[in-house]
């Protein structure tokens, strides 16, 4: 009888480890089932941040302020660069403009804009990020871009403020800047030269492109228009 009650006793302990055991494993994996679940769908979706610097850019070499633009940036033969960098300094020479790269000491970033239309006013609007917040320069001439610079007739400096700056740079973003070649195939007699020079983090790029009609590098350049706040009619035939 001893033996009996002894072997049930036995048996229901066995039993109840058993089912305990069990229990603790459904518990276990429910609980990390659910923790599964909480995790996928409580995750935060965060969107892939595209940053094409440094790209094509090259490490910058600092140039005299009167040398505009470093040698080798617009063409592989010699006599194609030294025409194109001849026409485009003398509008930034006329404007008083110095090399973006011998600012790179003092500005941590900086672009230039130079727009230069075959029968309209040249201009340039250069924005910059300094340890003293961001700005905005815009220079016009009263020439022609496709004729003779002209004289200065604009010349006004303002404080940008970091929505204006940020929102231009998320265009930059979206552009692909900094992988843009410096010239596309695209050309003409008559219409426009969009230039775009950027300095950041100690390296140069330039994009030139002529009468682009749409696009993020277009829309970017369009954005330091507007904030120039030109006498000059976005919506009409003379932007081009």
Not at 80 to 100: A, C, D, N, P, T
Not at 115 to 120: A, D, E, Y
Not at 132 to 157: H, S, W
Request: hydrophobic share 40%; glycine share 8%.
């Amino acid at each position: 009888m001893k033996r009996l009650v002894l072997g049930l006793a036995i048996s229901i302990t066995t039993f109840t480890i058993g089912v305990t055991a069990a229990m603790l494993h459904l518990t276990r994996a429910n609980q990390e089932d659910l923790a599964s679940t909480i995790k996928i769908s409580d995750a935060p979706t965060v969107p892939a941040v595209r940053s094409c610097f440094p790209g094509l850019s090259r490490e910058i070499k600092e140039l005299p302020t009167h040398v505009y633009f470093p040698r080798g940036t617009f063409y592989p033969k010699p006599e194609q660069e030294k025409f194109i960098v001849e026409w485009y300094s003398k509008y930034l020479r006329g404007m008083g403009e110095v090399s973006l790269c011998s600012l790179a000491d003092s500005e941590a970033e900086s672009y230039r804009f130079l727009w230069l239309r075959s029968f309209h006013r040249p201009v340039a609007v250069r924005v910059w990020r300094s340890s003293d917040g961001y700005f905005l320069n815009v220079k016009e001439l009263n020439g022609a871009g496709g004729y003779e610079p002209g004289t200065l007739i604009t010349n006004r400096t303002r404080q940008l403020t970091n929505p204006e700056w940020d929102y231009f740079v998320n265009l930059l973003e979206r552009s692909c800047y900094w992988q843009l070649a410096a010239e596309a195939d695209e050309s003409g007699f008559d219409g426009a030269q969009w230039i775009l020079e950027g300095t950041k983090g100690g390296r140069y790029h330039l994009v030139d492109r002529w009468s682009p009609q749409d696009g993020d590098f277009r829309a970017a350049c369009f954005e330091l228009l507007k904030l120039a706040n030109l006498s000059i009619d976005l919506e009409s035939e003379d932007v081009y």
